[in-house]
């Protein structure tokens, strides 16, 4: 232990533990035989992953290394309740777009990405839109993840911060070049198993080497009761709620999860989602708890940094061993999303820029893939680059959220109701910008009319995202009920209120314009669509006698 | 709150964890039997 109050480990130790892991990861991308690779393997893994592989694969994704500091750093604020706003919420992103994501391959059988779906119904620019956001999330993501990685290592070893970011890059790129997605799914189990049982010891070893829940309990009394109570409005309007309007942005605006919608049997998406909706709850909440451990036992972050608080608390209390398993948990975590954001990234510049906007779908497979490969290159090496000059991203992550909170209603709409036009899409996420810039950076001074007039807005989005989630279960009827509902209820309580919590109303700000704006463009066209076209639009880019998934070989196992 | 309501609160994740780890093992176990009966990849 240093005067730091982490454990260091030796430069030779941290380099055996990464040189096994991804040594390791390597050597099972052996077992992929690349002989028949495709660039359908390449994209989907030709759209037949089982249960296991699919919901391993999209709960190893879905947790990143920030998952567990912001859930800690969730549990430390909030107390009581703060692992569950941040795990739960997070977690229903997963579970919220499963009947979207059957619709998805109800209408593109033979899909790799949403953007090509997308450009199927509308075009181009509509297209586009969805693409550069998605492209711009996974940019973000791969660099957060490197960059969490050279801090862990700087942390708890005298190597730098650029080599923990470099050997995580490299790493993950080594695995991931040759097989694309098939390696990352196939690899994104074993980080899983290694992950789960890794949270399974640790949080138990922590709760124990504090002291057990009595000394615990004892020390809940020194927190505030906002941070007592499980039903903190605290916890709820500062974290919760603006993660909550988040679930379905974070859902349609990732590629990664629609890969994986894509990707996934289609007779076993629900069950292979619900499954990774329980099992991302669980891993990330029950580290958050660790969080709430830290608080509880009066435990203050190393420099005030909430990032050092798993690090710090595992130092403290638990034996080199779980240090290192802690290590290899981290490492795994960051290894899993990083390795799906180069798929898909590699996916959406083979699909949507090549073979839709370049080749006009005359792909030809061998360059798409070397297209694919290349991608996953240039990614790696901006995330590389991004990371190493530890970029402050925050308005970047602010800009990515609102565009994906801008896209969700056009999105969902487009594939269920034939009137929604290009232009409709189109403008419908530029005037749903504007407005979330103007009341997320205060651009005009938020009273008066000008406050009511945003606070209406927002209760129409806080509408939009109720009856959204309530019709991908239960359709139309029950949707637009419990739309209505939401939405009085949104404006019955945050008249006079929202404009108070800026993230909240923007976020419903750009929900709320661009369904307004996407419904008054489409009511005003005579424009119908054939749904049917979508299916005959999207196609397999590999040569003649690849499966056609239009003719329903899709269940067929 | 009672002191083993609060332990369960905290202990019952990494059962949940269990679980699921258990599922999905047995799940591509399950996979990977079938893969190699009809001499296909399991990816």
């Known amino acids: ?557 | 709150m009672e002191t083993w309501i609060f332990g369960a609160y905290i202990l019952v994740w990494p059962v949940l964890s269990l679980g699921v780890l258990v599922v999905l093992s047995a799940s591509v176990m399950r996979d990977l039997r079938a893969a190699r009966r009809e001499k296909r990849d399991l990816i």
């Open chain 1, 1 to 557: 232990m240093t005067d730091t109050g982490f454990y260091q480990f030796s430069p030779l130790t941290i380099l055996l533990l990464l040189a096994a892991f991804y040594g390791g990861t390597y050597l099972l991308t052996l077992l992929i035989k690349s002989d028949r690779q495709g660039t359908d393997a390449f994209m989907v893994a030709n759209h037949r992953v089982g249960f296991g592989m699919g919901a391993a694969s999209m709960t190893a994704t879905w947790i990143w290394a920030a998952s567990f500091y912001a859930a800690a750093t969730s549990g430390y604020t909030y107390g009581l309740s703060g692992p569950l706003h941040y795990g739960l919420w997070g977690a229903l992103m997963i579970l919220f777009i499963y009947p979207f994501g059957q619709r998805f391959r109800k209408l593109a059988p033979n899909g790799h990405t949403l953007g090509e779906l997308i450009h199927a119904r509308h075009g181009a620019s509509s297209q586009l839109i969805l693409a550069f956001s998605n492209v711009l999330g996974s940019l973000i993501s791969l660099m957060v993840n490197f960059t969490a990685a050279g801090a862990l290592v700087s942390v708890l070893s005298p190597l730098s911060f650029q080599t923990g970011v470099i050997i995580a890059g490299i790493g993950v790129l080594s695995y991931t070049l040759t097989s694309g997605f098939r390696a990352s799914v196939f690899t994104d189990f074993a980080q899983l198993v290694a992950l789960m049982a890794i949270a399974v010891v640790i949080i138990p070893a922590v709760l124990f080497a504090m002291g057990g829940p009595g000394t615990i309990m004892d020390g809940m009394s020194t927190l505030t009761a906002e941070q007592q109570n499980l039903f903190s409005m605290d916890a709820i309007l500062n974290q919760g709620a603006p993660y909550f309007v988040a679930v379905l942005a974070y859902a349609i605006g990732n590629q990664t999860i629609s890969q994986r919608l894509f990707a996934v049997n289609e007779k076993h998406i629900k069950r292979t989602f619900v499954t990774a909706t329980v099992g991302y709850a669980a891993i990330v909440i029950g580290l958050g708890m660790i969080g709430l451990m830290a608080v509880s036992a009066g435990i203050e972050p190393v420099n005030g940094d909430m990032n050092n608080l798993i690090p710090q608390v595992v130092s403290t209390y638990l034996p080199p061993v779980f240090i290192a398993l802690f290590f290899i948990l981290v490492i795994g975590s960051l290894s899993s999303t990083a390795d799906s954001d180069l798929s898909a990234l590699s996916a959406i510049v083979m699909a949507d820029v090549y073979g839709k906007n370049i080749a006009k779908d005359n792909a030809d497979p061998k360059k798409m893939l070397l297209i694919g490969r290349v991608t996953m290159i240039v990614a790696t090496v901006c995330g590389l680059v991004f990371a190493s000059f530890a970029l402050d991203i925050l308005v970047m992550l602010v800009f990515v959220g609102a565009l994906w909170g801008a896209i969700v209603f056009p999105v969902i709409a487009s594939c269920y109701w034939n009137r929604i036009t290009n232009a409709a899409f189109t403008w419908a996420v530029v005037v749903a910008l504007i407005m979330f810039c103007v009341a997320r950076f205060d651009l005009l001074p938020m009273q008066g009319f000008t406050a009511l007039l945003f606070e209406f807005l927002a209760a129409i989005g806080g509408g939009v995202v109720i009856g959204l989630m309530a019709f991908g279960f239960f359709g139309v009827r029950i949707g637009a009920i419990a739309g209505v509902i939401a939405f009085l209820a949104t404006a019955w309580f945050g008249f006079h209120f929202l404009r108070d919590y800026t993230v909240l109303m923007a976020s419903l700000t750009a929900y709320g314009v661009s369904t307004l704006v996407c419904v008054a463009i489409s009511l005003a066209s005579n424009q119908r669509f054939d749904f049917d076209e979508i299916g005959r639009r999207v196609n397999n880019y590999d040569d003649a006698g690849a499966p056609d998934l239009t003719k329903g070989t899709a269940t067929a196992q």
